[in-house]
């Protein structure tokens, strides 16, 4: 494949083959590049319609398109560019405690018993009426339901809410409907609210280690030395349901347009690229409720042993999503899949951050750094989008190999021992479901989170606010 580094922050790949447009892709040298979301990428900028194709330092194989990539389109949208885990993201609490104040171990444990770590589970049981407004309006929509669910009612806290939907994305609330979803997506959607998922989700105790940028970060109350609490998750089997649903179809009405099977679209105009795109928006709303019943659920257990404390949230971005947006004179729909949108101050207006520019929420793996950005007006070559996260080197089979679950019996070694893990997860409280699984997400198995920033802040996509660090992790 035949690439060309235009400095040291970008690659371009040139039009080549069935590519229509050239693709760029934010990497360094220390960086390996997939041959395989590389051949992605080159798809994914074979398609009609397709604008601008883009793609994160964490780039790495997906499905359809590579995970960490940006496909902006004129009237096209593509399931498979979106994800299974519809509006999986990340949301940012902060505390004003200090480690010297808290145990993590019985703070990470006490969090455990109220939300279930790992895939299947259930927590919240939600009737029909109560899930139609999670679906149709999301985090806006729990003021009708959630002040009088059973579980809910002694966690609802009205000053938390008024402040809480106004610090994520869209409010929390995207127009979904009910009836763009199937029966078997709202089945597998209806009890599990308030839970984490397995793979790479997480909720971290994290302690702010440095700040980069101390007049943001006094804006927005983060300071050296603080606590801070991180939640990744997203629509759970909801969100993959409607994955399910739709990318079959959408390979079916491209049939032969798509360079791939697996990058099925739909016109948005027709009616089934309308109802996916209000499928989308209804998972999208129910991984925003998702997000914020865990925060409730964290509050609680930190307020149980502290009082009422404030714990204001900093921000809530998906990174599992495609929106219609403005860019330059052209209105394109634009698809970020492990990928974080990262306006700047002046797409903010009307919200919190209109002085400041959008909160980035950028975690590293769960035995190294994570990182809180800001847009910047610079990141315009970039649709104003930055990575997800650091992006996997080794598959999860690589990284962990093969277990029978039913006796334990190893059937294939993976390339991370037992003691390596051990090595990298020093100092740091671990609460796992599945121990057998768990060297999937060892640190070893991803990019080093700090080379990705340095890629991300040097080809000027946004600015450092803080670092983080893990003191404990709850993983599925």
């Given at each position: 494949m035949n690439l060309k580094r235009i400095d040291e922050f970008r690659v371009m790949v040139p039009r080549q083959g069935k590519m229509r447009i050239n693709a760029l892709v934010y990497s360094s040298s220390r960086m390996k590049l997939e041959k395989e979301s590389l051949e992605q990428l080159?798809?994914?900028?074979?398609?009609?319609?397709?604008?601008?194709?883009?793609?994160?330092?964490?780039?790495?194989?997906?499905?359809?398109?590579?995970?960490?990539?940006?496909?902006?389109?004129?009237?096209?949208?593509?399931?498979?560019?979106?994800?299974?885990?519809?509006?999986?993201?990340?949301?940012?609490?902060?505390?004003?405690?200090?480690?010297?104040?808290?145990?993590?171990?019985?703070?990470?444990?006490?969090?455990?018993?109220?939300?279930?770590?790992?895939?299947?589970?259930?927590?919240?049981?939600?009737s029909g009426s109560e899930l139609r407004l999670v679906l149709e309006q999301g985090i806006k929509g729990m003021f009708d339901w959630a002040r009088n669910h059973e579980k809910l009612n002694s966690l609802w806290n009205d000053k938390d809410m008024e402040a809480d939907y106004l610090h994520v994305e869209d409010e929390g609330s995207?127009?979904?409907?009910?009836?763009?979803?199937?029966?078997?997506?709202?089945?597998?959607?209806?009890?599990?609210?308030?839970?984490?998922?397995?793979?790479n989700h997480f909720i971290e105790i994290q302690e702010v280690k440095s700040v980069a940028n101390q007049k943001i970060a006094n804006a927005l109350g983060i300071r050296k030395g603080q606590i801070v609490v991180m939640i990744h998750s997203g629509s759970r089997g909801l969100g993959h349901q409607i994955g399910n649903d739709y990318m079959p179809l959408a390979a079916g009405k491209s049939g032969r347009?798509?360079?791939?099977?697996?990058?099925?679209?739909?016109?948005?105009?027709?009616?089934?690229?309308?109802?996916?795109?209000?499928?989308?928006?209804?998972?999208?709303?129910?991984?925003?409720?998702?997000?914020?019943?865990?925060?409730?659920?964290?509050?609680?257990?930190?307020?149980?042993?502290?009082?009422?404390?404030?714990?204001?949230?900093?921000?809530?971005?998906?990174?599992?999503?495609?929106?219609?947006?403005?860019?330059?004179?052209?209105?394109?729909?634009?698809?970020?899949?492990?990928?974080?949108?990262?306006?700047?101050?002046?797409?903010?207006?009307?919200?919190?951050?209109?002085?400041?520019?959008?909160?980035?929420?950028?975690p590293g793996s769960m035995g190294t750094?994570?990182?809180?950005?800001?847009?910047?007006?610079?990141?315009?070559?970039?649709?104003?989008?930055?990575?997800?996260?650091?992006?996997?080197?080794?598959?999860?089979?690589?990284?962990?190999?093969?277990?029978?679950?039913?006796?334990?019996?190893?059937?294939?070694?993976?390339?991370?021992?037992?003691?390596?893990?051990?090595?990298?997860?020093?100092?740091?409280?671990?609460v796992c479901q599945d121990r057998f699984t768990i060297k999937e997400e060892a640190p070893d198995a991803y990019k080093d989170i700090d080379e990705v920033i340095r890629v991300v802040v040097g080809a000027g996509l946004a600015e450092i606010v803080a670092r983080m660090v893990p003191l404990a992790v709850l993983k599925g």
């Open positions: 080159c798809k994914a900028a074979s398609l009609p319609g397709v604008c601008r194709v883009l793609a994160t330092p964490d780039i790495h194989t997906g499905y359809g398109v590579p995970i960490g990539c940006i496909t902006a389109m004129l009237n096209e949208i593509i399931p498979s560019a979106v994800g299974y885990d519809v509006n999986c993201g990340m949301r940012l609490i902060t505390t004003p405690l200090e480690k010297k104040d808290i145990d993590v171990r019985i703070l990470a444990d006490s969090i455990r018993r109220d939300i279930p770590l790992g895939e299947g589970k259930k927590n919240l049981h939600l995207m127009p979904g409907a009910w009836d763009a979803v199937s029966n078997k997506a709202k089945d597998r959607g209806k009890n599990q609210l308030g839970t984490l998922g397995g793979g347009l798509s360079p791939d099977r697996t990058l099925g679209f739909f016109k948005t105009d027709a009616r089934e690229g309308k109802d996916y795109i209000s499928a989308m928006h209804a998972a999208a709303n129910f991984a925003f409720v998702n997000r914020q019943v865990m925060a409730m659920f964290v509050r609680k257990n930190f307020r149980h042993y502290f009082g009422n404390l404030p714990m204001p949230l900093i921000y809530d971005v998906p990174h599992n999503i495609a929106k219609y947006e403005k860019h330059g004179k052209d209105h394109m729909w634009i698809h970020r899949k492990g990928a974080t949108r990262a306006y700047p101050s002046s797409r903010m207006p009307g919200t919190p951050y209109a002085k400041l520019g959008q909160p980035v929420i950028i750094a994570s990182y809180l950005l800001m847009g910047t007006e610079s990141g315009t070559e970039s649709l104003f989008s930055v990575n997800h996260g650091a992006g996997r080197v080794m598959s999860r089979t690589a990284a962990a190999g093969k277990v029978r679950r039913r006796n334990g019996k190893v059937i294939k070694q993976g390339r991370i021992t037992d003691e390596r893990f051990k090595e990298t997860m020093e100092g740091i409280y671990l």
